[in-house]
């Protein structure tokens, strides 16, 4: 993180407006409804690059503990408590492993970011169903099976999920190849920026 350029700085806020705007829009399908905060958390990892991919997405979610209400459901440290937590937490982790999958494997095209971003995804997946089944029924006592946490906060969702991380790929292979960033052997960066 040393000699960060004030381009990847304000790339980074971008990507804090990007995630709380990604929030609040809402797309309704069938009787439930998904957003696109998980399309700018996955962008944030393959545009940013591990480091600062994570710190955006942590930036984001020390905002809502703080009590900037940018979450879903408002803000606070009480969220923490909440079952849907975990997949915030997860997001942190996800951004930082797109940005580092894709250095690591030279990840480049829609194929290889796809297969990228489904990593990303399994990630956020892990943390978000576990938390919710912990939250649910040792926090907030409103109990569930651990099949249906498997049932209605995955597999139900693995659809509308593939489509935002086949998405993301084709927004960061278009931003690649319009010189929005340039990925190296031994970091990411932002095209223009002089920072490591």
Known sequence: ??????????????????????TFIRIPIGN??????FLFTL??????????????VAAYVLL?????????????PGYIAQPTFG???GFIVQAWFCGAATRRWRARGVKQLLLVNLGGMAIVYLFGLVWFYL?????????VSVWWVILYCGILQVGPDFVLCLLSAMLAARLEAAGIWVRTDTHTRIAGSTGA
């Open 1 to 22: 993180m040393k000699n960060i350029s004030v381009r990847e700085l304000v790339f980074c806020a971008l990507f804090i407006a990007l995630i709380t705007l990604g």
């Open 32 to 37: 439930d409804f998904y957003t696109l905060q």
């Open 43 to 56: 962008l944030a990892g393959l545009v940013l690059g591990a480091k600062l991919g994570a710190v955006a």
């Open 64 to 76: 809502g503990l703080i009590g900037v209400p940018v979450f879903a459901s408002g803000g606070g």
């Open 87 to 89: 997949y915030l937490a």
């Open 135 to 143: 939250s649910s029924n040792y926090v907030i006592n409103a109990p």
